[in-house]
């Protein structure tokens, strides 16, 4: 569950240094002027944005990889909620549930908390956070950025910025290895 609730995956995914052995994994966070960090990772990958972007918003595919109960309302304003019990049922509280402030297909997905299950450390801070995913075509294939923004001082803060230092390398780790794998 740990390295999943990242998603959202996104989103977002904040120690201010990679995890160890996360060679491939890019660590570019940083403080805002205003005190609040921004967890920053990326990763190359070698696939097409196309192929890259069903990892984050494709149903099927999100069920393969990474979340067995998940929905996607894929447009402005819509909601990914996903869970990585396989029992959960969706509007459920043992789901996570974010709302998709905007995307471009194939290149941006900004998320919102909503809720999530009970257990994730520094959860209260959540909400705050906002998680942007960009993708960008690259020679080799695409870079893909996991930012989550708006990590205040405090501890709930420090401890959800932890948590999503170590996952959101382990996802993007993941989510290369699908991406580069031979389609199905």
Known sequence: MRRR???????????????????EVRDSSFTEPNGERVLQLSIE?????????????????????????????????GEIEE???????????QTIHHRILTYLPERLLVLQNISTPPGLPGAAAYPKIVQVIQLQPTDAGTRVTLSGAGYGTDA???????????GNADYLKSLKTLSEAPAR
């Open 45 to 77: 990958i070698a696939a097409p944005a196309g192929r890259v972007w069903k990892g984050f918003v494709d149903e099927e595919t999100l069920r393969h990889w990474n979340a067995p109960v998940v929905h996607v309302d894929l447009r402005n304003g």
């Open 5 to 23: 609730l990242t998603v959202i995956a996104v989103i977002g995914a904040l120690n201010g240094a990679a995890p160890a052995g996360a060679a």
């Open 156 to 166: 709930d803060a420090r401890q959800l910025y932890a948590f999503f230092a170590e």
């Open 83 to 93: 869970s990585y019990d396989p029992k959960a049922k969706l509007g459920g509280g």
